[in-house]
């Protein structure tokens, strides 16, 4: 018999069929993973924030990026620790929820990697006239408010629609999986989905362009060439990294064949979680020189103030 979403409040996820010695592993492994993603996005971002030397656009960029890490996973962590230990279920409300944190922190990583290939590579050597507080302050809502209204709009579609099933196929929720839970496919979200993606592959285009301007830009001089590489080296691999967890998850949600193992649809699910979160504040901490300088006295002065304390307590 057909369910409607007025009976239906529950769905139950899949993926979860793990002995209690692979709980307890799975657990002790994501949560240190799930840890060394905070520390590091919420050390640049306070570093970032209480040094006024870095109050420039670039590394505005890369704190919003790191916050925007924080925000992505506080949507699929915490649940995901609880399921190991409890009942593979989540509400209606809440799977909605969490397929729209998700998916709006996917497209926020999008739209300021794409910021920043506009700030950092079209005009690497005059960006600091270029970029007033006002226009950074402009982009910077931007950025975070289209990828949330977009993905509202998404997940507002799906509200309220017929549907025939309650078993996720997946750790987590996301939008794709309730649309293939809906009795009749909603053409509403079908235009809004076709829409976004539209729009961001133009994020795409526009990306490849910086590229090749600034490339065609800076080839005859040395000089100019070195500062694009120093700028360019960590978005690109930041911009690749994220291109090819999202891409795979996306081909794997649509074509993935039931014939994979587990343990790797598991992985599939989630890498896009796991690898640009942790990576982002790494690549950006150790390539971006006055940043790594930066980081590197204030890790020292920490380090300075707790030798203190020992041999203060220690003489006590």
């Given at each position: 018999?057909?369910?409607?979403?007025?009976?239906?409040?529950?769905?139950?996820?899949?993926?979860?069929?793990?002995?209690?010695?692979?709980?307890?592993?799975?657990?002790?492994?994501?949560?240190?993973?799930?840890?060394?993603?905070?520390?590091?996005?919420?050390?640049?971002?306070?570093?970032?924030?209480?040094?006024?030397?870095?109050?420039?656009?670039?590394?505005?960029?890369?704190?919003?990026?790191?916050?925007?890490?924080?925000?992505?996973?506080?949507?699929?962590?915490?649940?995901?620790?609880?399921?190991?230990?409890?009942?593979?279920?989540?509400?209606?409300?809440?799977?909605?929820?969490?397929?729209?944190?998700?998916?709006?922190?996917?497209?926020?990583?999008?739209?300021?990697?794409?910021?920043?290939?506009?700030?950092?590579?079209?005009?690497?050597?005059?960006?600091?006239?270029?970029?007033?507080?006002?226009?950074?302050?402009?982009?910077?809502?931007?950025?975070?408010?289209?990828?949330?209204?977009?993905?509202?709009?998404?997940?507002?579609?799906?509200?309220?629609?017929?549907?025939?099933?309650?078993?996720?196929?997946?750790?987590?929720?996301?939008?794709?999986?309730?649309?293939?839970?809906?009795?009749?496919?909603?053409?509403?979200?079908?235009?809004?989905?076709?829409?976004?993606?539209?729009?961001?592959?133009?994020?795409?285009?526009?990306?490849?362009?910086?590229?090749?301007?600034?490339?065609?830009?800076?080839?005859?001089?040395?000089?100019?060439?070195?500062?694009?590489?120093?700028?360019?080296?960590?978005?690109?691999?930041?911009?690749?990294?994220?291109?090819?967890?999202?891409?795979?998850?996306?081909?794997?949600?649509?074509?993935?064949?039931?014939?994979?193992?587990?343990?790797?649809?598991?992985?599939?699910?989630?890498?896009?979680?796991?690898?640009?979160?942790?990576?982002?504040?790494?690549v950006y901490g150790f390539k971006l020189t006055k940043l790594c300088e930066k980081m590197r006295i204030s890790f020292e002065a920490i380090k300075h103030v707790l030798d203190c304390n020992q041999t203060c307590d220690f003489s006590l």
């Amino acid at each position: 018999m057909m369910e409607n979403t007025s009976a239906l409040s529950m769905f139950t996820l899949s993926g979860l069929d793990f002995s209690l010695e692979q709980r307890i592993a799975l657990f002790v492994g994501t949560i240190l993973w799930y840890l060394l993603i905070l520390w590091g996005n919420l050390t640049l971002i306070f570093v970032i924030i209480t040094d006024r030397h870095l109050h420039e656009p670039m590394y505005v960029f890369v704190c919003n990026l790191c916050l925007n890490s924080v925000y992505g996973t506080v949507g699929f962590f915490p649940k995901f620790l609880k399921d190991l230990f409890s009942s593979h279920v989540i509400s209606y409300a809440a799977c909605m929820l969490q397929g729209y944190v998700i998916h709006s922190s996917t497209c926020a990583d999008f739209s300021i990697l794409t910021l920043m290939a506009y700030v950092a590579i079209c005009q690497p050597l005059s960006y600091h006239a270029v970029m007033t507080k006002l226009k950074v302050s402009v982009f910077l809502f931007l950025s975070w408010f289209i990828p949330l209204f977009c993905m509202f709009m998404n997940t507002a579609t799906l509200i309220g629609v017929r549907l025939c099933g309650s078993r996720i196929n997946r750790l987590y929720c996301v939008n794709w999986t309730v649309f293939r839970l809906t009795c009749s496919p909603p053409m509403a979200n079908v235009a809004v989905s076709y829409f976004n993606m539209l729009f961001y592959f133009g994020h795409a285009v526009f990306i490849a362009y910086t590229y090749l301007y600034m490339i065609r830009t800076c080839k005859l001089s040395r000089e100019n060439m070195g500062k694009f590489m120093q700028t360019c080296l960590p978005h690109l691999i930041c911009l690749g990294i994220y291109s090819t967890t999202v891409l795979l998850d996306l081909l794997y949600i649509r074509f993935g064949s039931a014939d994979l193992s587990q343990h790797l649809s598991n992985f599939m699910a989630i890498e896009n979680l796991l690898i640009p979160p942790l990576l982002n504040p790494l690549v950006y901490g150790f390539k971006l020189t006055k940043l790594c300088e930066k980081m590197r006295i204030s890790f020292e002065a920490i380090k300075h103030v707790l030798d203190c304390n020992q041999t203060c307590d220690f003489s006590l």
